[in-house]
């Protein structure tokens, strides 16, 4: 599976983005899939997860309520909609194609990786 995240771009707090995540090969639709993100200085964060089927999802704490994660495999693409951003979501965020099928919230649950997608938050 081959994944190229994009629509990173630098937005005031309390705006909306909408970052994709096209991937390639046959076997994204047996993957779950999941979004991580990495700020300057700090490890890379689980930020939220979606199952093969789509009908099950996970978030992190700071995020629930503001993102949502969904797939599209008739497109093979992950999505992650971000709403009432803040200064504090600023990093770059990958996507990810996770070994199992399931939720994944680890970096080791995941074998396949985007380049990454810069979000800045600032006013």
């Known amino acids: 599976v081959q994944l190229q995240a994009f629509g990173g771009g630098l937005v005031q707090p309390g705006d909306s983005l909408v970052l994709s995540c096209a991937a390639s090969?046959?076997?994204?639709?047996?993957?779950?899939m999941g979004w991580f993100r990495q700020a300057p200085g700090k490890e890379r964060e689980f930020v939220a997860a979606?199952?093969?089927?789509?009908?099950?999802?996970d978030y992190t704490d700071p995020v629930k309520g503001r993102f949502t994660i969904s797939r599209d495999d008739a497109k093979n693409t992950v999505d992650l909609q971000m709403n009432s951003l803040k200064p504090e979501d600023t990093a770059v965020y990958y996507c990810a194609a996770g070994l199992y099928s399931g939720l994944g919230m680890t970096v080791y649950e995941y074998e396949y990786w985007g380049q990454g997608t810069l979000v800045t938050v600032s006013s």
């Open positions: 979606i199952n093969y089927s789509g009908r099950t999802t």
């Open positions: 090969g046959r076997t994204f639709k047996t993957k779950g």
